[in-house]
């Protein structure tokens, strides 16, 4: 999960770097890493690689009387902490009908999964965990497909176990549709699993857990769709940075 800093209004490109130096991420343990921008309203802070189980992270946003470029200026500061959680990664292999779930390394689960058809593949990737829900009603318009009740696609589905990868509407769910997955590409982008599994994984995988997705035809994710922030090279993160690469000091 990276750090994600969202602003009402518009960043001015002249003022992103003044901004960055504002806000200044500390670590309990040293972590290489840098801001990146997806917009003039969106920028991100992210390691190079994964952030190490247990690290205590600590943003301090300064941002009282620095301007946006457009001459508005900080009121206030923030600061948000959060903890590492323990290493639980999870691989997706469309090709493969599996899903495989490591824990501080070790393989302690694999599960038949099916994935995204081939007019609606699923999304390649590395997407952090947004959120999960026990419950989510799943609609066919939400998603752009169709709002024609008389449209073979069209789906209005509560589903259970759902755990949120993309903002576009990506989940590792149970589908009644496909209650015995492993053999088949038939969702609109999902990952199903039985419900037995679903239910396991919900249980057990965090917000900010990542799931990686490869063998889809439909390419990466954009890194702002959800937090895809590790779809980009290092090399592309760095582009998108006005300060460039740091490493934390302690917190």
Same mark, same amino acid.
């Given at each position: ?180 997955? *492993?053999?088949?590409? =038939?969702?609109? &982008?999902?990952?199903?699993?039985? @419900? $037995?599994?679903? /239910? %396991? ?17 439909? *390419?990466?994710?954009? =890194?702002?769709? &959800?937090?895809?922030?590790?779809? @980009? $090279?290092?090399? /592309? %993160? ?14």
């Amino acid at each position: 999960m990276p750090i994600s800093v969202v602003f009402t209004d518009p960043v001015a490109h002249s003022a992103r770097a003044g901004i960055e130096r504002h806000l200044k991420v500390t670590t309990s343990v040293p972590v290489t890493g840098a801001w990146h921008w997806f917009s003039d309203t969106r920028v991100d802070w992210r390691p190079e690689k994964f952030w190490p189980s247990g690290t205590k992270v600590t943003l301090n946003a300064g941002l009282t009387g620095v301007g946006d470029g457009h001459g508005r200026y900080g009121i206030h500061g923030y600061q948000h902490s959060f903890t590492i959680g323990s290493d639980f990664e999870t691989t997706v292999s469309v090709p493969g009908h599996t899903m495989k779930i490591t824990h501080n390394g070790r393989v302690i689960r694999t599960m038949p999964m099916d994935a995204g058809s081939p007019k609606f593949p699923s999304w390649d990737g590395t997407m952090a965990v947004i959120d999960k829900q026990r419950e989510v009603r799943m609609t066919s318009c939400s998603v752009g497909i169709t709002c024609d009740p008389h449209n073979p696609n069209y789906y209005d589905l509560t589903l259970p176990w759902d755990v949120h990868l993309t903002n576009s509407g990506t989940y590792v769910h149970y589908s009644p549709a496909d209650p015995y997955p *492993g053999s088949s590409n =038939g969702s609109h &982008g999902c990952i199903h699993l039985s @419900l $037995s599994d679903a /239910q %396991w994984y919900y249980n057990h995988v965090e917000q900010g857990d990542p799931v990686t997705i490869t063998g889809s035809p439909r *390419g990466k994710a954009a =890194g702002d769709n &959800g937090y895809a922030d590790f779809d @980009l $090279s290092w090399s /592309q %993160w760095l582009a998108g940075s006005a300060t460039g690469q740091q490493t934390t000091s302690a917190s």
